[in-house]
C-alpha cells in the first residue's frame, strides 16, 4: 500500500470522510459542479449495489476473494471494512490521475482515512460532518437503504467516525448542500498540499 512514487509534477490528493447517512454522495456531486477539474477513481468493494448504482461508475463490485487478493498483493492505497464489507482505493486508478497532474477526491471511511495518514500522506483531509447527531440519524432513517441491524450497525459506527474528526485539517458541516459544497471547494483551492 504504497503512495505515488516521485519526480515532477502531480495532482494533489483530497480526502473526505464522513458518517454514513452525513450526505457525501450529495455533497460531491454538487462539489463537482463548483470544482470540475476534481477526478475521482472508482473504489473496489466487495458489497452488492444499491439500486441505481452500477459496476464501473459508482464502485468496482467484486468477490471477497478476489479484494483478498488484491489486498495480499499491496494494490490498494488504503482498505477499510465497513458494516460488514470491504472497501479499498487503487494505487492503480490513484497514481494514473496524479500523474496526468489531475487533483484527486478520495470518498473514503475514516479507518482508510487513518492509514493513509498513517503512511505520511501529502493529503488534504477533510471530515463532513451533520450538524448533529439527530439529524444524522433523521438522514439514515429516512435513506431506507438498510435494515434495522444495518440501520443500528451505522448508527453506532457513526458515533465512533464523529469522534476521529478532531485529527482531520478540515471539518466541514453539511447543513446545506450548497454551502458544505463551496466550502470544500474553498478549501481546495487554496490549500497548497
Keep these: 500500500m504504497s503512495e ?17 447517512g452525513v450526505g457525501k454522495d450529495t455533497v460531491i456531486r454538487r462539489l463537482l459542479e463548483f470544482a470540475p477539474e476534481l477526478r475521482r477513481p472508482v473504489a473496489f468493494t466487495t458489497r452488492l449495489p444499491r439500486p441505481g448504482e452500477q459496476d464501473g461508475r459508482d464502485y468496482s463490485f467484486v468477490s471477497e476473494e478476489k479484494f483478498l487478493a488484491m489486498t495480499r498483493a499491496g494494490e490498494f492505497l488504503e482498505t477499510a471494512l465497513v458494516h460488514g464489507h470491504h472497501y479499498g482505493t487503487a494505487c492503480s486508478r490513484v497514481d494514473e490521475l496524479r500523474r496526468s497532474e489531475r487533483d484527486v477526491l478520495l470518498k473514503i471511511d475514516v479507518q482508510g482515512a487513518a492509514q493513509l495518514r498513517q503512511q505520511g500522506s501529502d493529503a488534504t483531509f477533510i ?28 448508527t453506532r459506527d457513526a458515533k465512533r467516525e464523529l469522534a476521529e474528526a478532531g485529527w482531520y485539517h478540515h471539518v466541514v458541516v453539511n447543513d446545506r448542500v450548497d454551502r458544505a459544497a463551496r466550502e470544500i471547494a474553498e478549501i481546495v483551492a487554496r490549500d497548497p498540499r
Excluded at 4 to 20: N, Y
Aim: glycine content about 14%; proline content about 9%.
Design 4 to 20: 505515488t512514487g516521485g519526480g515532477g509534477s502531480r495532482g494533489r490528493l483530497i480526502v473526505l470522510s464522513g458518517p454514513s
Design 127 to 154: 471530515f463532513l460532518a451533520p450538524p448533529s447527531q439527530e439529524v444524522l440519524l433523521a438522514r439514515l432513517t429516512a435513506r431506507h437503504t438498510e435494515s434495522p441491524r444495518e440501520l443500528a450497525i451505522r
